[in-house]
């Protein structure tokens, strides 16, 4: 058992949960969109409006780590947690403004494939972040959420290889940056698990 000598403030782990579960709710947006590409405008506006309040939930974390004396792990660790959640908002915001901004007509199946895994595995991150505080519980998020990102990685390779293979240069240009942004959301995830198991590891 830890014992705290000095009060710490444990609204970081509140905070973290927040931006976990604005983070899910942006990658459902993004999902509906993939899943449904019509009113592709008013989709893409659900989705800046979950990457702002991930922006205002950075910026309360940040302040909150300037203006607090005793954290309850490193200060490197917080503003990581946060600086990463605050890119996963960024790069799901990348893959709506493509495809509202690209001449897309029809979305491709692997890209409905990997905006499933998005919200899974940002789902997984939020029962992680529910575990954080307690220092328990939180291997099987880190396994799922490393299981999630590899089949991410799987239907990645084999997206860029169908790419490369079956369509014209303007095809590839369009798809190849809209499933890299997409793949960068999926690594993002895994990143964060990342520094919670290593804060967690630090905790024991």
């Known amino acids: ?17 927040e931006g976990a579960r604005n983070a899910a709710q942006g990658a459902l947006r993004l999902r509906e969109l993939v899943e449904d590409y019509s009113d592709v405008s008013a989709k893409h506006d659900r989705v800046v ?14 302040h909150r780590l300037n203006t607090t004396f005793v954290t309850p792990f490193d200060r490197e660790d917080i503003h990581a947690i946060a600086e990463e959640l605050d890119d996963v908002l960024d790069d799901i915001l990348a ?8 001449p897309i007509k029809q979305v491709m199946p692997e890209l409905k494939e990997m905006a499933d895994i998005l919200v899974q595995l940002t789902e997984q991150m939020c029962g992680m972040f529910e575990a954080f505080e307690r220092m328990k519980d939180i291997p ?5 959420i490393d299981k999630l990102e590899s089949e991410g990685d799987s239907v990645y390779r084999r997206t860029l290889a169908r790419l490369f293979r079956d369509h014209d240069a303007m095809t590839v240009l369009i798809w190849k940056d809209v499933f890299a942004a997409m793949e960068a959301a999926l690594n993002t995830v895994e990143d964060i698990s990342n520094i919670v198991e ?6 024991a």
């Not at 409006?49 to 940040?62: A, F, H, K, S, Y």
């Not at 099987?140 to 799922?144: I, K």
């Not at 290593?198 to 905790?203: F, H, N, P, R, T």
Request: hydrophobic share 45%; glycine share 2%.
């Open 1 to 17: 058992m830890r014992f705290k000598l000095v009060p710490t403030n444990d609204v970081f782990f509140e905070l973290f949960s």
């Open 49 to 62: 409006e979950c990457e702002r309040r991930g922006d205002e939930i950075t910026r309360d974390v940040l």
């Open 95 to 102: 893959v709506s403004d493509l495809l509202k901004l690209l």
């Open 140 to 144: 099987p998020f880190l396994e799922s």
């Open 198 to 203: 290593s804060v967690a590891l630090k905790q």
